[in-house]
């Protein structure tokens, strides 16, 4: 299985997201809930299929181009929406997820990569794997930990409160987020260090990492700090969030990111 079947997988995949993001809307029924689940994790497993048969292919885990990543990005932000619905009940949690999920799809039919088998010497680590799948995955947790911070904005500016619920949603997501960004730095660290000798060299990747997570811990102590800082607190996630975009995708267009270790 090869990127050229790759729509074939894609689209019904997209269809299945968004078809549930919308079912997620409709009356709360045990019926309506079931097809809603149904939708929504046969279109997980169509597009794990797809992963799981281009890694085949590859003969390599596919994670070194960023068509690659977003592929994962787009598994992964589909079964948070899909696990956080199931725990919170939000519905824009499914919808949210099911949406920005579908953009990195189409950004990926829309601009299609050549994907070698080739893995250069410094990927052919046990810990490249989990490095990128715990990065993503708290890409995944964060993005909709924003998403989420936008919603208690707006119950905050509606009615000055602070909806528990959705302010509980957002620390459990941000704290399992930063949690799996943290360990991504510290298994690069390890890995650098197999590779290149050193566990910290100031590449331009690992500094906007490194000030990346020190937003996220940022927010972290403002909540800690209780309700006075609740606005402060929802506001840095979108500023954090912003960070994390420039670490995975915006650093590579700096013109220090040229001598970057990190470009592959």
Do not use: C
Not at 120 to 131: D, E, G, K
Not at 212 to 240: E, M, Q, S
Request: proline fraction near 4%; aromatic fraction near 16%.
């Amino acid at each position: 299985m090869d990127w050229s079947n790759f729509a074939w997988f894609a689209v019904p995949s997209v269809a299945l997201w968004l078809s549930a993001g919308a079912a997620v809307y409709r009356k709360s029924t045990s019926k309506n809930d079931r097809l809603t689940q149904w939708l929504m994790a046969s279109g997980i497993t169509l597009f794990a299929l797809f992963i799981v048969g281009f890694w085949i292919t590859l003969d390599r885990p596919p994670m070194r181009t960023a068509g690659e990543t977003r592929l994962w990005y787009s598994l992964f932000l589909s079964v948070v929406g899909f696990v956080g619905w199931r725990r919170w009940r939000y519905p824009w949690l499914l919808s949210y997820s099911s949406v920005v999920a579908t953009v990195f799809v189409l950004v990926n039919i829309l601009k299609p990569e050549i994907h070698s088998k080739n893995l250069m010497p410094a990927l052919q680590s046990i810990w490249f794997v989990p490095h990128v799948t715990s990065y993503i995955l708290s890409y995944a947790m964060l993005g909709a930990a924003t998403i989420g911070a936008f919603i208690g904005l707006r119950r905050l500016d509606r009615t000055g409160t602070t909806d528990r619920g959705v302010a509980t949603l957002i620390d459990n997501l941000v704290y399992a987020g930063f949690g799996l960004l943290v360990l991504g730095m510290l298994m690069g660290a390890v890995w650098a260090k197999q590779a290149w000798g050193h566990y910290w060299e100031w590449d331009p990747k690992e500094t906007w990492a490194l000030v990346t997570a020190l937003a996220y811990l940022v927010y972290i102590h403002l909540r800690f700090t209780g309700p006075r800082y609740a606005r402060a607190a929802l506001w840095l996630l979108p500023i954090a969030f912003a960070l994390l975009m420039i670490t995975w995708v915006g650093v590579n267009y700096l013109p220090s990111a040229q001598s970057s270790i990190h470009v592959y």
